[in-house]
């Protein structure tokens, strides 16, 4: 079944890359080539608290917006992609940083990063309270900082050079220590500051953070939780660590599902049409018996997928 539709008539992102059209009230017929000419076609703009986000050709008029379950969904062109989620990032921020004096973020790696460029640029570089940020990582794979393979390095080099986040804020691994040893170190941190009550606690004990935000991998996995592998059920440590990553470099830590699944937020962000079968497998495939680590996200809190065209695009059936 394709997804139902949460507006009435129907929809275009503005770049004229993708048009759909509600054909009836249980599927969402689409077409990838611009719309006719003459169509009616309907815009849903995004208000963004007195003032509208621009793009250098122009301004930002639709996405296409689904819900299935828990799940909200989005589809977006790219740039309109990095618009949105910066604009939710920011009224989270707020939100938390407003109720409890902090704002508790976990990073991933992968293309995530170029997605949070919006952040680094008017009004958010200058409106954000960004030395109450608290930056952590799902994920990490265990090379030195400076290493090209480190999530740390992509972050700092794409997004936390760039805004005044507190050095002391910023909860990297200690590359010295060996896979076993940095997942130690990285839990008795993450304990330590849940005693601090820099990050809360779920009701089952667990860190709960205010955001995660989430990549995922053509083969569907979160973090580095892959396919198959037996850290998929493991359900007792907050932190883990694997030597035999079907991805290189094979030895990384990783947070465990109980604390990804407490989390109050979560942002999955999947790009691309090197990952459309993945996203149909875990948004639309119901007849599938083994689950996609993807499929094992269920927050607690929220959970809302950030798509572009490519990565959605096996999800409109005719």
């Known amino acids: 079944m394709a997804f139902s539709a949460a507006f009435s008539t129907s929809y275009t992102l503005q770049s004229g890359i993708l048009c759909a059209q509600k054909s009836n009230p249980l599927s969402l017929k689409t077409s990838l080539l611009p719309p006719q000419v003459g169509k009616k076609l309907v815009h849903q703009p995004l208000r963004y608290k007195g003032f509208s986000p621009k793009r250098s050709v122009g301004e930002m008029k639709a996405s296409i917006k689904w819900e299935k379950g828990y799940k909200k969904v989005e589809v977006f062109s790219k740039e309109h992609l990095a618009v949105s989620l910066a604009y939710d990032i920011a009224q989270l921020s707020n939100k938390f ?4 004096g902090a704002f508790s973020v976990v990073l991933s790696g992968g293309s995530l990063i170029k997605y949070l460029r919006k952040l680094v640029e008017p009004p958010y570089i200058d409106s954000i309270e960004w030395s109450k940020w608290h930056v ?20 700092y080099d794409g997004f936390l050079s760039k805004v005044p986040i507190p050095p002391v804020h ?22 330590r ?7 809360v606690t779920s009701t089952k004990g667990f860190p709960k953070f205010d955001l995660m935000l989430l990549g995922m991998g053509p083969d569907g996995h979160v973090a580095s939780l892959f396919p198959g592998h037996p850290l998929l059920k493991e359900d007792q440590k ?23 699944n ?12 090197g990952k459309a079968n993945a996203v149909y497998s875990a948004l639309e495939d ?33």
């Not at 940083?97 to 409890?100: D, H, I, K, Q, S």
């Not at 952590?136 to 972050?155: C, G, M, T």
């Open 97 to 100: 940083t407003r109720e409890r």
């Open 136 to 155: 952590f990582w799902v994920d990490e794979r265990v090379v030195p900082k400076d290493h090209l393979e480190s999530n740390y390095k992509l972050a």
């Open 170 to 191: 910023v909860y990297a691994i200690d590359d010295a220590l060996p896979a076993d040893g940095a997942a130690d170190v990285y839990e008795t941190t993450l304990k």
């Open 193 to 199: 500051l849940v005693k601090s009550n820099v990050i």
């Open 238 to 260: 907050w932190v883990t660590f694997l030597k035999d990553s079907p991805k290189p470099p094979p030895e990384r830590i990783t947070f465990t599902f109980p604390v990804i």
């Open 262 to 273: 407490s989390s109050s937020n979560i942002a999955m962000v999947v790009t691309g049409e």
């Open 286 to 318: 119901d007849e599938r018996t083994d689950k996609l680590p993807a499929e094992l996200v269920l927050p607690e809190g929220e959970l809302k997928w950030y798509l572009d065209v490519g990565a959605a695009s096996k999800l409109f059936k005719e």
